[in-house]
């Protein structure tokens, strides 16, 4: 209860329930066709993002920005601290040879060094590729080439011998340093006679348009091009969503804002989030992996407030409370709470928001006892205290929103790419609508062009692809992105994503078919693992889908079947195509009967990006799978 609770006082608070209006703009038949939000930041004329950690020490010194795990323990790094290492770091840059403008890569999990070199390289003038821990040396090539970056900083020797391997041809191999040899220690020496002096003047020279980062794309269907981001693109993202979100957050909890940063760095969604984090000196915590069974147990160590993740992640936590309640035998009882969640919930959402009544007596007792059985047991999930949780990558499932939102979490759904510097829209904390992914970010604009395309224009959007000025032509028009997505917008400027224009599929009887719904959908019910959905030039849409590994195993268990039994036999099973074709029809409730899947197949193993099969972003390489799997795909429309 006390999620909503403080979401009514903080509407009550007109100056946070009207500090942002959108206007929408429709054409001659009355349909919308443009939403805008006027910035609640104005750009900044002068400086940029690596002035953030020196700020912070001359305002608020004792003030702790972050902390580092150490066993068990989380230390805090007060901003005083943080602003020196970044200068010593940023010295020890200079000293071994960086220019202003010069690039050097970071191949790393999620850590605190990230952030610190990140800022290092910044405060030095410098611009940041990052690189995926797993990426290959085949990509590591590419991108160390094609930025010229001339020193690569890698996590561990096992980075550093596919840096090697990559880069053994180039005319002159970069430089490589290793966290886990203490680059940062070796950095810090190097710079050691350097006047501090050296580094703020570096920093002076940098402006608002200057490059901050070149961010590659994951590559989904081709070679991977470089974003170049500007300290304003980093600004007008962070500084937007900070004012729109953080003063509600703080009075919906009464609390410090506190978050456990998981994402990939070399994800544009994290870094936003880092820099959002630091402005407003938000304790940070870092963690190395997205995989819900080895985060939870951090969460519960670290404890936020909020969490910024994808759908794969509440999809998993879902999954997990379904799978614990069906071994001590509650299946039933967890599939109750699930439906008297979403019903509560869109109850609830329409009195919030003037639309209708809010839950009867029976209702409310029914949520009341499942959020005593049920509900609470997902919070402590997620350490206990996180009361909201911002979505992103992809769509998340109406239904599970609806579920979240009765647990005590609102999940915040935004749409954006590494072009849009993360999220170009994000549902408004004190208007939610599941089902969409938000309004225009303020300070940013989004058109649905003729044929539904999305087109964005903002201080979010990047200014050009490296080195490539077609591909930029191609994407940029009169300062309007082309995201290559469609989508919709309805009466109030909220936008629903229905699909990706490439992506859509045109059976042999015509219809147009946009798979992402229908994979968002089914990829969100157990025990599906990921999917692909075909169909085109067929006469009927069909679909590729793996078991997720937890779901099986927890599955047969259950079931008192061996734990190794083959997919092969279980793809034979009817209970197991029966749990699949459930997952199926839930995804099939979306579309019309001619879009709607007719026949599936389970594939043996998994798409991951140890396979090529997924990008790290965990998007799936549609060509790659579709070439993989060409004969079940053929048997497919044989049966």
Same mark, same amino acid.
């Given at each position: ?12 608070r ?10 929408v ?8 066709r ?14 940029s ?16 920005v972050l902390?580092?795990r ?13 602003a020196?290492?970044v200068?010593?770091?940023a ?5 071994q ?6 690039r050097?890569?970071i191949?790393?999990?999620?850590? /605190?060094?990230?952030t ?16 995926y ?20 900083v ?17 005319p002159?191999?970069?430089r490589?340093l290793?966290?886990?040899?203490d ?17 703020t003047?570096?920093?002076?020279g ?5 490059t901050?980062?070149l961010? /590659? ?6 070679r ?6 500007t ?15 953080h003063?509600?957050?703080k ?5 410090t804002?506190?978050?456990?940063l998981?994402?990939p ?11 959002a ?7 940070t915590g870092h963690f ?28 998993r ?6 799978a614990?309640a069906e071994?001590?035998g509650?299946?039933?009882s967890?599939d ?8 509560f ?11 209708g009544?809010g839950?009867g007596?029976?209702?409310?007792a029914?949520w009341?006892?499942y ?5 609470r ?5 997620l ?12 769509p998340l ?16 759904e935004?749409y954006?790419l ?7 829209t ?15 970010v ?19 959007v ?12 191609e ?7 082309t995201?290559g ?6 009466e ?6 229905t699909?990706?224009?490439?992506d ?9 078919v ?9 990829r ?14 067929r ?13 099986v ?5 259950v ?9 092969a036999?279980?793809?034979?099973d ?19 009967r ?20 997924l ?5 799936v ?11 079940e795909i ?6």
């Amino acid at each position: 209860m006390g999620v909503r609770k403080d979401l009514k006082r903080a509407k009550r608070r007109t100056d946070l329930a009207s500090r942002t209006r959108v206007a929408v703009i429709r054409d001659a038949s009355g349909v919308v066709r443009e939403a805008r939000s006027a910035p609640l930041v104005e750009p900044p004329t002068t400086g940029s993002i690596a002035d953030l950690p020196f700020t912070n020490a001359a305002e608020d010194p004792g003030a702790v920005v972050l902390r580092r795990r150490h066993g068990d323990d989380w230390r805090p790094v007060a901003a005083t601290v943080f602003a020196a290492e970044v200068t010593d770091v940023a010295k020890g840059l200079i000293a071994q040879g960086l220019e202003p403008g010069g690039r050097v890569a970071i191949m790393s999990r999620t850590r /605190y060094e990230w952030t610190l070199l990140d800022f290092a390289v910044w405060a030095a003038g410098g611009v940041t590729v990052p690189v995926y821990a797993t990426s290959s040396a085949d990509q590591v090539d590419w991108i160390v080439r094609d930025s010229g970056a001339t020193l690569v900083v890698v996590e561990n020797a096992e980075n550093a011998a596919t840096v090697t391997t990559g880069t053994a041809r180039h005319p002159r191999p970069p430089r490589i340093l290793e966290l886990d040899a203490d680059a940062v220690g070796t950095l810090t020496a190097l710079g050691r006679d350097l006047p501090d002096d050296e580094v703020t003047k570096r920093r002076a020279g940098l402006a608002p348009d200057t490059t901050a980062t070149l961010c /590659y794309t994951s590559g989904t269907t081709g070679r991977p091009k470089g974003c170049v981001l500007t300290h304003a693109n980093l600004h007008a993202e962070a500084a937007n969503l900070l004012e729109l979100l953080h003063p509600i957050f703080k009075e919906v909890t009464g609390e410090t804002a506190s978050t456990l940063l998981f994402l990939p760095l070399a994800h544009i969604m994290g870094r936003t989030l880092q820099i959002a984090c630091l402005m407003a000196r938000i304790e940070t915590g870092h963690f190395p992996s997205v995989k819900p069974d080895e985060l939870r147990p951090a969460l519960k160590e670290f404890r936020p407030t909020f969490l910024v993740g994808v759908p794969y992640l509440f999809e998993r936590i879902h999954d997990a409370g379904r799978a614990t309640a069906e071994r001590i035998g509650r299946g039933a009882s967890f599939d109750r709470a699930e439906r008297v969640a979403v019903r509560f919930a869109e109850a609830y959402l329409r009195k919030f928001l003037g639309r209708g009544k809010g839950p009867g007596p029976g209702l409310y007792a029914a949520w009341a006892l499942y959020d005593l059985l049920v509900y609470r047991r997902i919070r402590n999930e997620l350490g206990g205290r996180m009361r909201y949780a911002i979505s992103g990558g992809s769509p998340l499932d109406r239904t599970l929103s609806l579920f979240f939102y009765a647990a005590g979490i609102i999940v915040y759904e935004g749409y954006g790419l590494t072009e849009t510097t993360a999220a170009a829209t994000l549902v408004p904390p004190l208007a939610p609508r599941p089902g969409t992914v938000g309004r225009p970010v303020p300070g940013t604009a989004v058109r649905i062009a003729d044929d539904g395309e999305i087109l964005i224009k903002g201080g979010v959007v990047f200014p050009a692809y490296w080195n490539n000025p077609a591909a930029t032509a191609e994407v940029l028009t009169d300062d309007w992105f082309t995201t290559g997505d469609l989508g919709a917008l309805d009466e109030d400027g909220y936008l629903t994503i229905t699909g990706r224009k490439k992506d859509l599929l045109v059976t042999s009887g015509g219809k147009n078919v946009s798979p992402a719904v229908l994979e968002d959908r089914l990829r969100s019910r157990t025990p599906v693992g990921q999917c692909l959905v075909v169909g085109d030039n067929r006469a009927f849409v069909g679909a590729l889908i793996t078991l997720d590994p937890d779901a099986v195993a927890h599955w047969l268990s259950v079931r008192g079947l061996p734990a190794g039994t083959p997919l092969a036999e279980l793809a034979r099973d009817p209970r197991m195509r029966a749990e699949v074709q459930r997952a199926v029809d839930y995804a099939n409730e979306a579309v019309s009967r001619a879009e709607s899947i007719r026949a599936f197949t389970l594939i043996d193993g998994e798409f991951s990006e140890a396979n090529g099969l997924l990008t790290p972003s965990l998007k799936v390489k549609r060509h790659a799978v579709t070439e993989k799997y060409a004969q079940e795909i053929e048997d497919l429309y044989r049966k």
